[in-house]
């Protein structure tokens, strides 16, 4: 309409807005008007040629206008230029453009096919302020798409972003609503990603990034959507699907293209991912609920050896109700008195006596009764409150170790299990350190226990920690040690009193040769590095026996003694 009242105004028969790109150096026609009968605008040339684009710009005055009354005005040794104003009949041509300053984003162009014309003074500046509202108007409307842009699209994929994604989604789950119809919500986590990142570098991740997310898109229907949850995640919205089986086989070809190690910078790289799906409205009636649904599903899919799809269920679901409760109950655990130590006796080989405990902790939930460590321990981890249950435990043993201390003239120790989560606390060397000294209880009979696995984070890290509370005096054990398959001389480094050997190879001693000869192997280079060995899980003679044969410090397990109450413990050592 603008365009049109202009021309009109301006005499012409035709107008357009032209946009320049600086880095191609080419002009891109807009928007265009123009008579019915004129031609000047061809639907399939909507590029200006670099010749035309570049012979406008050099006659443009200072004020960016150019004003061509006549093709008669144009050089005879610029017949090329004659001809392709002939060729569209243009008689006339007025360019002025867009700019501020120094940035200039296109131009205006009327022009006339029926007659040359002559504009005037009034004329020309009208052209001159409709360039600049022109402009001004473009100009807002870019920056509003790129405010938009930052707002709802992740700025290395291109694809929509956590915010977008929800606000669509949401959207299309009103409509499927309303129509009755089902979809799928995808939650994929590429798997052990971080490893490839930290090998190529940043940017080379990036990229790799960028090439999974357009090779994904790709793969989709134009009614699916893809967007990027954040770091290695993303969300898929497969709409409409008719049941799971559909919905897998629209996901088949993601899976498929993480099969074949991604060539990147001359090197190949293998990325899978695990995807968890979620069906609507059977698991979830909302948005949250689907993406909760998808995300538990998809942990699955990494528990049951990744690279691959796994739909929620109904048992799937159940559990983690029951997660969920018992993560929301773990405040009143621990402040209702729910949570409570069981100790189980360490054998000394040699003498028979019990020289140790490990404080073992339970909980005692009024619903679920006896609730085991390994259902609400990494719960803890996940809220945080593993710091103040792993204070409740440390305090909790050092007072029962202290009555130890006092009832019988030998040392026995307490060993306390510590997680990754404590274990990187700027703050527990301190917590501990207060804790002996409220307690009295002896620092060389206390045995902080790590596993292997948070022992192998980084050797600097560990060294530096342990070594840290080495230095308060207690003791240091790695547990769970084999499972990992860590060296001993890089055991050796760390400032390490006692091995734990796992449980899963004393099961296997004298049953499974492998087995037998790692656990004869780690006994033996203990004993040249002056480590103490305790084997966990100990349940048979055969397994005492052979334990004893290879000169086995201490054993721990169901052979000996069940974990306990602490004055069970205390009439065994009466």
């Not at 035709?14 to 026609?29: H, I, Q, W």
């Not at 995300?295 to 690279?307: C, P």
């Not at 593993?386 to 003239?409: M, N, P, T, Y």
């Not at 596993?451 to 308060?472: D, H, P, R, V």
Request: hydrophobic share 40%; net charge negative.
């Amino acid at each position: 309409h603008l365009l049109r009242s202009s021309a009109h105004f301006l005499g012409s028969d035709s107008g357009a807005v032209y946009f320049y790109d600086s880095e191609l150096n080419k002009s891109t026609r807009a928007f265009s008007w123009s008579d019915t009968d004129s031609i000047v605008f061809d639907d399939d040339q909507i590029e200006v040629s670099n010749d035309i684009y570049s012979w406008t710009s050099s006659k443009l005055t200072n004020e960016g206008l150019l004003v061509l009354r006549s093709i008669d005005d144009i050089p005879a040794e610029e017949e090329l230029l004659r001809e392709y104003f002939l060729k569209y009949g243009i008689k006339s041509l007025i360019i002025k453009q867009l700019r501020d300053k120094d940035n200039i984003i296109g131009d205006l162009t009327f022009s006339s096919t029926e007659k040359s014309l002559i504009w005037d003074e009034m004329q020309l500046e009208f052209i001159n302020i409709l360039s600049n509202i022109t402009y001004s108007a473009i100009d807002h409307v870019r920056r509003e798409e790129t405010i938009k842009s930052l707002a709802y699209y992740d700025r290395l994929t291109g694809l929509v972003n956590r915010t977008r994604f929800l606000e669509l989604a949401g959207a299309k789950l009103d409509q499927a609503a309303e129509d009755d119809k089902q979809l799928a919500i995808a939650f994929m986590d590429l798997d052990a990603f971080k490893a490839v990142n930290d090998s190529i570098g940043h940017d080379g991740g990036d990229e790799l990034l960028k090439r999974l997310s357009l090779q994904m898109q790709n793969s989709l229907r134009d009614s699916d959507m893809l967007g990027r949850f954040g770091g290695d995640e993303f969300l898929l919205l497969l709409d409409p699907v008719d049941d799971e089986r559909q919905a897998l086989e629209l996901l088949a070809p993601i899976l498929e293209m993480f099969q074949e190690p991604f060539k990147l910078r001359g090197n190949r790289y293998q990325v899978t991912v695990s995807a968890g799906l979620a069906l609507y409205p059977r698991d979830g009636e909302d948005l949250d609920t689907l993406i909760q649904n998808a995300d538990l599903a998809m942990y699955e899919a990494k528990n049951l050896g990744k690279n691959q799809a796994f739909f929620c269920n109904e048992s799937l679901k159940a559990s983690n109700s029951r997660q969920a409760l018992l993560a929301n109950d773990l405040h009143a655990a621990l402040e209702e008195n729910q949570l409570f130590l069981n100790y189980q006796p360490q054998i000394e080989l040699k003498s028979g006596l019990i020289t140790g405990a490990e404080a073992l902790l339970r909980w005692q939930h009024p619903k679920y009764g006896l609730v085991p460590p390994g259902d609400f321990i990494p719960l803890a981890e996940k809220n945080g409150m593993i710091h103040s249950i792993g204070e409740f435990v440390l305090r909790q043993a050092c007072l029962q170790g202290r009555i130890w201390q006092k009832q019988i003239d030998r040392p026995i120790t307490v060993a306390v299990n510590l997680s990754l989560r404590q274990l990187i606390s700027t703050s527990l060397v301190g917590k501990i350190r207060k804790i002996l000294e409220e307690t009295g209880f002896d620092p060389g009979l206390l045995e902080l226990e790590i596993t292997e696995s948070t022992a192998s984070i980084g050797l600097a890290e560990s060294t530096q920690m342990l070594t840290e509370l080495k230095a308060l005096g207690v003791r240091l054990a790695i547990d769970d040690f084999g499972t990992q398959y860590s060296s001993l001389n890089r055991i050796r480094q760390l400032p390490i009193d006692t091995i734990k050997i796992d449980r899963q190879f004393i099961s296997n001693l004298q049953i499974d040769n492998k087995d037998t000869a790692i656990v004869d192997l780690i006994v033996s280079l203990a004993a040249g590095l002056e480590i103490n060995i305790v084997a966990e899980g100990v349940e048979t003679a055969l397994q005492l026996d052979h334990l004893k044969s290879i000169g086995c410090g201490y054993v721990q397990g169901f052979y000996y003694y069940r974990p306990m109450p602490a004055a069970e413990i205390s009439k065994l050592l009466d």
